[in-house]
């Protein structure tokens, strides 16, 4: 799992950018930019949707601090475009189908669902600095009022 001050894992996944077009995202893409990446479950549940809308609706907050937003979960592209064009997403919302990134930042494991003991996403969000390194990270969060909590540690 990372922590405050590690170095932040690398990626290169695919995805789809906040123009609709799909690529390949690297996290070196960002070098010099402030990075809000966050780990959620699928594409249209409820939790990833409040969460998702409230990152929306505080993106240009965001953008005035400099920080650059980017979603991931396991859902596919198609999955993820559908997911952006229905709830009007203004930020990248990436595809890790294997879970390997989460996994390398402590964003996949066991959880409890419903008193059910399952392996998953677990709702994680990290601060990445402009030198590509955890200036903050949240791990099992709650959906609603998350990025309220994000807003307030910058």
Known sequence: ??????????????????????GEFSLKNFKGKKVVFYFYPKDNTPGCTIEACDFR?????LLKKGI??????????NSHKK???KQGLNFTLLSDPDKKIA?????????????????????????????????????NVKAKGHVEEVLKSL
């Not at 799992?1 to 799909?22: H, Q, R, T, W, Y």
């Not at 609706?57 to 907050?61: H, L, Q």
């Open 103 to 139: 996994d390398k930042y402590g964003a996949f494991g066991e959880k409890n669902l419903y008193g059910k003991v399952t392996k998953g996403i677990i709702r994680s969000t990290f601060l990445i600095d402009d030198n590509g390194k955890i200036e903050k990270a949240w791990h």
């Open 68 to 77: 650059i937003v980017l979603g991931a979960s396991p859902g596919s592209i």
């Open 1 to 22: 799992m990372v922590k405050k001050g590690s170095k932040a894992p690398d990626f290169c996944l695919k995805g789809i950018d906040e123009n609709g077009k799909e």
């Open 57 to 61: 609706n505080n993106f240009k907050t």
């Open 83 to 85: 997911f952006q064009e």
